[in-house]
C-alpha cells in the first residue's frame, strides 16, 4: 500500500508534464497559423488532426474548446471567410490569455458593445439578420438555421436592408479589433443614419426563440 503510494505521485505528475508540454505546442501551433493574419483550410485541418493525436487531451481544457470550433467550421469541409475570421479571433484570444475560463469553461465576453436599450422585440419574416461572434448557443451554422426556419433571411454584412445585427456573447475585451468589430461598427454607423437596424445580444436572440 505504501508502495503504491509512493508511486502515484510520480504518475501524477507525468501526466501534468504531459499536459502542459501538449498545451505548449498547441500554443505554438495556433501562433503559427496566426503568423499572416489569417487561418486558412490547411492550417485548420492540420490543427483538427493535431488534436485527434494527442485524443488523450481532446476533452480537456484549452484542446476542447478549439476543437469544437475546428470540427464545426470543417462539418461540410469548406472554411468561408466569416469562418476562417471568427477561427482566427478564437486562436487570438486563446493564445493572448483572456479567451477560456477554465473553471467556467466560457470566454471573456464582449464588453461595451452598442447593444439597443431598451432590447427590441425581434420579428423573422421578412426581416434580414446579420450574425457575428461567437454563440454559446452552438456553430453559426445552427445560429441561421434557426433563424431562417422562422422565416428570417440572411445578409453577409451589415446594410441598409439589415434589421437585426446577433452578437454572440463569446469575445474578447478587444473586439473593436475583430471581424465581430468591424460588422458592429458599421451597423453602429447605419444605425446611426437612422436606418431601422437593431443590434441585439444573443441572449435576447435566444429568448426570441421561445
Known amino acids: 500500500m505504501g508502495e503504491y503510494s509512493d508511486r502515484a505521485p510520480a504518475s501524477n505528475m507525468t501526466i501534468t508534464r504531459r499536459?502542459?508540454?501538449?498545451t505548449d505546442e498547441l500554443v505554438?501551433?495556433?501562433?503559427?497559423?496566426?503568423?499572416?493574419?489569417?487561418?486558412?483550410?490547411?492550417?485548420a485541418e492540420f490543427l483538427k488532426d493535431w488534436i485527434e493525436r494527442n485524443a488523450p487531451f481532446v476533452k480537456e481544457y484549452p484542446f476542447s474548446q478549439i476543437y469544437r470550433v475546428l470540427t464545426e467550421i470543417l462539418r461540410d469541409g469548406v472554411i468561408d471567410q466569416?469562418?476562417?475570421?471568427?477561427?482566427?479571433?478564437?486562436?487570438?484570444?486563446?493564445?493572448?490569455?483572456?479567451?477560456?475560463?477554465e473553471e467556467a469553461q466560457t470566454a471573456s465576453r464582449s464588453t461595451a458593445l452598442p447593444i439597443d436599450e431598451p432590447e427590441p422585440i425581434i420579428t423573422y419574416s421578412g426581416s434580414v439578420?446579420?450574425?457575428?461572434?461567437?454563440?454559446?448557443?452552438?456553430?453559426?451554422?445552427?445560429v441561421t438555421k434557426e433563424i431562417v426556419c422562422r422565416g428570417g433571411e440572411l445578409g453577409s454584412a451589415p446594410s441598409r436592408k439589415t434589421r437585426f445585427l446577433v452578437i454572440g456573447e463569446l469575445g474578447s475585451r478587444d473586439w473593436i479589433n475583430s471581424n465581430a468589430g468591424r460588422k458592429i461598427q458599421k451597423a453602429v454607423e447605419l444605425r446611426s443614419e437612422g436606418h431601422p437596424l437593431a443590434i441585439v445580444s444573443e441572449n435576447c436572440w435566444v429568448q426570441s426563440l421561445n
Do not use: M, P
Open 28 to 43: 505554438g501551433i495556433c501562433r503559427g497559423c496566426l503568423a499572416d493574419g489569417h487561418v486558412n483550410q490547411q492550417e
Open 82 to 101: 466569416d469562418e476562417s475570421a471568427d477561427l482566427h479571433d478564437t486562436l487570438i484570444r486563446f493564445v493572448g490569455g483572456e479567451a477560456f475560463d
Open 19 to 22: 499536459t502542459d508540454r501538449a
Open 129 to 142: 439578420f446579420v450574425v457575428t461572434g461567437t454563440f454559446s448557443f452552438g456553430a453559426r451554422k445552427l
